[in-house]
């Protein structure tokens, strides 16, 4: 892993992906993956992984219901 600050987001129609690494600490987020990496000694903002994690989670949920077929009466 780098010792570089970046960020790298890829979206198409079927998949999505974002890469940040900041300070030692890399985040990896897909669509069916959250991952998080660091380097030997880097720290990890336990607030900032959390809030990231959540903001995730809701994000799969919606995109779930998206999925789902509609509930409205034809």
């Not at 987001?9 to 600490?25: A, K, P």
């Amino acid at each position: 892993m780098s010792e570089e600050d970046y960020m790298y987001v890829e979206q198409t129609e079927q998949s999505y992906q974002r890469i940040v690494n900041m300070d030692g600490v890399r985040t990896t987020v897909c669509e069916n993956r959250f991952e998080i990496a660091t380097l030997t000694f880097a720290e990890i903002n336990e607030n900032t992984a959390i809030h990231m994690l959540k903001d995730w989670i809701r994000w799969r949920k919606h995109q779930a219901e998206l999925r789902e077929p509609s509930s409205m009466s034809r």
